[in-house]
């Protein structure tokens, strides 16, 4: 007989939490607490992250996501002006790497190029 029991991350958690904080006297509590502000100010020494502490990583995450959602609501709109602009610029700047006959031929030889890796099989 197998027993295959799932819990919920988050109810996990809350179980752990609610079992630490019962666990510790008034000043335990008090010290992980300062200790746990603490490391959300703290910025990070390295990685992807150094000089964010936490709670600024966790800002500015939420700032790039409600950005993200108001462009992509706003690009949605097909009148949209912002649409609009973006639109022109890209038809501007492809027509001048088009016209450009230095960027043109750029672009024909890594198509070119790509096409022949394609066919060939070669990757470098």
Same mark, same amino acid.
């Given at each position: 007989?197998?027993?295959?029991?799932?819990?919920?991350?988050?109810?996990?958690?809350?179980?752990?939490?609610?079992?630490?904080?019962?666990?510790?006297?008034?000043?335990?509590?008090?010290?992980?607490?300062?200790?746990?502000?603490?490391?959300?100010?703290?910025?990070?020494?390295?990685?992807?992250?150094?000089?964010?502490?936490?709670?600024?990583?966790?800002?500015?995450?939420?700032?790039?996501?409600?950005?993200?959602?108001?462009?992509?609501?706003?690009?949605?709109?097909?009148?949209?002006?912002?649409?609009?602009?973006?639109?022109?610029?890209?038809?501007?700047?492809?027509?001048?790497?088009?016209?450009?006959?230095?960027?043109?031929?750029? $672009?024909?030889?890594?198509?070119?190029?790509?096409?022949?890796?394609? $066919?060939?099989?070669?990757?470098?």
């Amino acid at each position: 007989m197998e027993l295959n029991v799932k819990l919920e991350d988050a109810k996990i958690r809350e179980a752990v939490s609610e079992a630490v904080m019962r666990s510790l006297d008034d000043s335990s509590r008090r010290t992980l607490i300062e200790a746990a502000i603490a490391h959300l100010l703290t910025p990070a020494a390295d990685g992807y992250r150094k000089g964010t502490s936490p709670i600024q990583a966790l800002f500015n995450d939420s700032i790039e996501s409600v950005a993200k959602s108001e462009l992509e609501r706003i690009m949605a709109a097909e009148d949209s002006p912002l649409r609009l602009r973006l639109r022109a610029l890209h038809e501007e700047a492809a027509k001048k790497v088009f016209e450009d006959a230095a960027s043109r031929d750029k $672009i024909v030889e890594t198509v070119a190029n790509g096409i022949r890796r394609a $066919i060939t099989g070669e990757r470098y």
